[in-house]
């Protein structure tokens, strides 16, 4: 494999980067035991996009990921140059959404999280170098194609990162389920950045005191935590819900 290529896999994933930057596949490996539906749809948008489909045993599909769940496909991507940064990015935003992650490890959460962030129209997702997962092959098949879509930004200092959006007017709002006022009742700005840290372990103490304002998300059950990629959706659909920032609102 090349040096500037990646690969991605599962139907989700490969179906939308066909749809989104059908230049950017470079060829794609379908299973050659698959013969129903979504192998002829996935067929047919390949050659539709003129992107050269490969069938091939099974066998060599694990080989990319050692029996990894590829559904039977798998892209060969060019790998997109390192993104515009942060700060060229909030230039051209008027009401940002962001989602900022604080020890978010777990590559499936990740993926879940980077697929709510683009359903919410987020405008990007910022985390932390030494406490969070990398964009990988796991990460772009549960995105379902979110990880091409929605930049992901590793800052070295996430304190400083969050100072730097407030310089921006851009609100800090964390989400703690130890906070006293819930989601709900909190006046939420138009400008905002949404930080949730791991389940469980919360956001850092640094992190936690870098907010504006701490709300917490108001549970009915027994279960008190929710997983950070529900509890990311929550916040970021409420803060779309009042006519918040968001690319798609």
């Avoid at 045993?57 to 140059?81: N, S, W």
């Avoid at 389940?199 to 027994?222: F, K, N, W």
């Amino acid at each position: 494999m090349r040096p500037e290529s990646k690969v991605i896999f599962g139907f989700h994933a490969v179906l939308a980067r066909l749809r989104a930057e059908p230049a950017s596949v470079v060829e794609i490996f379908l299973d050659e035991a698959r013969q129903d539906a979504r192998a002829r749809d996935l067929a047919a948008a390949a050659e539709r996009a003129g992107v050269r489909l490969l069938r091939v045993p099974a066998k060599r599909l694990d080989g990319f990921y050692g029996g990894g769940r590829h559904q039977g496909v798998v892209a060969r991507i060019e790998a997109k140059k390192a993104s515009e940064s942060l700060d060229e990015l909030l230039e051209q935003v008027e009401r940002p959404l962001l989602l900022v992650l604080d020890g978010v490890t777990d590559p499936h959460n990740l993926g879940a999280c980077l697929r709510v962030a683009n359903a919410a129209g987020a405008h990007a997702v910022i985390a932390p170098k030494d406490r969070a997962a990398g964009v990988n092959a796991t990460v772009s098949k549960v995105a379902s194609g979110a990880a091409e879509l929605t930049p992901y930004f590793m800052v070295t200092n996430l304190a400083r990162t969050l100072g730097e959006l407030k310089e921006r007017n851009i609100w800090v709002v964390g989400a703690d389920e130890r906070a006293e006022q819930t989601l709900y009742a909190a006046d939420l700005p138009d400008s905002i950045a949404w930080v949730l840290g791991a389940e469980g372990e919360g956001m850092r103490r640094l992190t936690r005191e870098s907010c504006d304002l701490l709300v917490r998300i108001p549970t009915q059950g027994a279960v008190q935590s929710l997983n950070v990629s529900v509890a990311a959706g929550v916040c970021l659909f409420e803060s779309v819900r009042r006519g918040g920032g968001g690319s798609g609102g």
